[in-house]
């Protein structure tokens, strides 16, 4: 059964500190992964995905995201946090037992401190 | 290049009415997906086209259904509203239905019933 974890609801740091936030999947096969930003009343960003090669993905706004297949998790990356960055994170992985859509983690909310 | 486009923004509507909720993809994208996002359950899936063929459907009652049309532009609608329809209804589209294809979303329509 595909699914994501995300085990952190919310997560804070500080401007201008490195930003991770936390992913784990469970899939059957090969995993494809997303990351999605959300700003307040807006609707889902595309930030970056991992489908096959490089572990280290790189995507919009400076974030980037391990891959790592031993402790399957794909934990979301920026080397320096900006206040604008605040938001509320979402992890995915494709479904393949619905068609190959988007199966949703819970979510967490970053919150960066000036 | 145009994004996705969800009309209304906001919808509010009376217990046991019914609604309907527009999504225009973004052009040249062939599938789209439909999701409810309540802070209670999270994002959910809740239906999927392509070619206006529904591929696959989520765990919801059959008050709720959707199409798609020859442009790719879909509908959802909602029927005998209930409170706990009250959600943010989030349009996706992709060019294609690949494991590999992001999505792009919708900023949603914000449906609250009364």
């Known amino acids: 059964a595909q699914s994501v974890a995300q085990p952190e609801d919310q997560v804070n740091v500080a401007e201008g500190n490195p930003l991770t936030v936390k992913c784990t999947y469970s899939?059957?096969?090969?995993?494809?992964l997303f990351w999605y930003v959300q700003y307040p009343n807006r609707g889902l960003q595309f930030l970056l995905k991992?489908?096959?090669?490089?572990?280290l993905v790189k995507g919009s706004y400076g974030f980037e995201a391990e891959f790592n297949k031993s402790q399957t998790s794909f934990h979301l990356k920026k080397p320096s946090a900006l206040v604008s960055d605040s938001a509320l994170y979402f992890c995915?992985?494709?479904?393949?037992?619905?068609?190959?859509?988007?199966?949703f983690g819970t979510g967490t909310r970053l919150t960066v401190i000036p | 290049k145009a994004g996705v486009t969800q009309t209304p923004r906001y919808l509010i509507k009376t217990r046991g009415q019914q609604v309907t909720l527009s999504c225009s993809p973004i052009?040249?994208?062939?599938?789209v997906s439909w999701y409810q996002q309540t802070p209670g359950q999270g994002l959910q899936f809740l239906f999927e086209?392509?070619?206006?063929?529904?591929?696959n459907k989520g765990n919801f009652p059959g008050r709720f259904s959707g199409r798609q049309f020859s442009n790719s532009r879909s509908e959802m609608n909602v029927s005998t509203l209930e409170l706990g329809d009250s959600a943010l209804y989030l349009c996706?589209?992709?060019?294609?239905?690949?494991?590999?294809?992001?999505?792009?979303f919708g900023q949603g329509t914000r449906l609250t019933v009364v």
């Open positions: 996706a589209s992709s060019q294609k239905t690949d494991m590999n294809t992001e999505a792009f």
């Open positions: 899939v059957s096969g090969n995993p494809y």
């Open positions: 991992y489908i096959t090669g490089d572990n």
């Open positions: 995915a992985v494709r479904d393949m037992r619905k068609a190959n859509n988007l199966f």
């Open positions: 052009s040249g994208h062939r599938s």
């Open positions: 086209y392509f070619s206006e063929t529904q591929r």
